[in-house]
């Protein structure tokens, strides 16, 4: 453990980090107080009341028509509205009150604005993508290829799933964190997707789950909403099925794409993804949707866009598919980088003065 003094040189590195996990929290100002105190009374009234309908019948006159009868029912939509944003009261940890929660996210959809999609594996770079004001983070099995080097989404497990998943989830403070079923696990049954979900959600940080599949994991999408486990959906393009597939191709079967998304829908699922599909089907499976569409080469008309992190930062080698915006190249930056390193230690220009302890 470094000395104060030591610990002023060493620099931020070594100093608290502050923020994440250190129970600081910005006291909302006085009158958010009262409203955040009231709605919190109010939802502990209706979650006790045997007879939710007449506690809400009582609250019109105090909070006019946002809250009505039916709001008796969950109804993520309306739920979203309920709470003042980034005053949800599920948890006394800094870090869940802050990000985003699946049904705000869901909102998102009726409120016309685009949520913006980004999948991390590790801290520093989760604590980036979430600072910069991303909406969802996905930990996405895409790790078994851009941060594993595999050449395809197969071998990454379960456990290195929750290893990488604790990292993003201990960074995160805004975003809303999803984090992918590592196949075959969502494959095994209703009981042991929930049992496997759950420890995703036990053991990191995340807020929901997402697994490849539409219809046919209609029975284990509902299992795991009945567990009050979210679930986002994955409908198109599904990698974990690239050899049934016969490759990484566009998918094109309007029908079966509608019908996967729909029951996706109806199983419960709060999102779901569309990979690799025409823009024209997107657009009309995003207009039938009242869930949220997340696109990934489904063109402009889904509700919101998902990328994977390294393609979006020039950090993948080779030629990137054609759906993959290049925003910088952070790949080329860090050879310059590492080259200029090396070069300063063969030269001994590294360390100078300015980098040693007298
Ligand atoms: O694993 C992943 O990164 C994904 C998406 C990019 C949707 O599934």
Do not use: W
């Not at 604790?166 to 494959?187: E, K, W």
């Not at 998918?251 to 998304?261: I, S």
């Amino acid at each position: 453990m470094a000395c104060c003094s030591e610990q002023a040189l060493l620099g931020q590195r070594y100093s608290s980090q502050g923020g994440v996990g250190n129970g600081s929290c910005v006291p909302p100002p006085p009158f958010q107080k009262v409203k955040f105190s009231f709605t919190l009374v109010m939802a502990k009234l209706l979650a006790r009341s045997r007879e939710p309908s007449r506690v809400v019948d009582s609250l019109i006159p105090f909070v006019g028509p946002r809250i009505t009868r039916s709001s008796c029912r969950y109804d993520p939509f309306r739920f979203a509205a309920f709470f003042p944003k980034n005053c949800q009261p599920m948890s006394s940890h800094s870090n869940t009150i802050k990000r985003l929660t699946v049904p705000e996210f869901s909102a998102m959809k009726h409120k016309g604005e685009r949520i913006a999609m980004l999948t991390a594996y590790d801290y520093s770079m989760a604590s980036l993508v979430d600072q910069a004001g991303i909406d969802g983070i996905l930990v996405g099995d895409s790790m078994s290829m851009v941060v594993q080097g595999h050449d395809s989404t197969l071998p990454v497990t379960l456990d290195e799933m929750i290893y990488h998943a604790n990292m993003v989830g201990r960074a995160v403070q805004r975003a809303l964190v999803v984090v992918d079923m590592p196949f075959p696990s969502n494959y095994l049954g209703v009981h042991r997707a929930i049992e496997n979900a759950g420890n995703i959600l036990k053991r990191s940080q995340a807020q929901a789950v997402k697994l490849e599949g539409g219809a046919e994991q209609s029975s284990v999408i509902a299992g795991l909403v009945a567990a009050g486990i979210p679930v986002m959906a994955h409908v198109g393009l599904r990698p974990q099925s690239v050899h049934q597939l016969g490759g990484y191709r566009v998918q094109r079967d309007a029908e079966q794409l509608m019908e996967d998304a729909v029951a996706a829908e109806n199983a419960g699922a709060f999102s779901v993804v569309l990979e690799c599909i025409p823009d024209s089907v997107a657009t009309e499976i995003s207009a039938k949707l009242r869930i949220p569409t997340i696109g990934i080469g489904a063109g402009p008309h889904c509700d919101g866009q998902i990328l994977v992190f390294h393609d979006l930062l020039g950090l993948t080698p080779g030629k990137l598919p054609k759906h993959v915006k290049k925003y910088a190249e952070l790949g080329q930056i860090i050879r310059n980088a590492v080259a200029a390193y090396c070069e300063d230690v063969k030269q001994q220009q590294f360390p100078g003065p300015e980098n040693s302890f007298q």
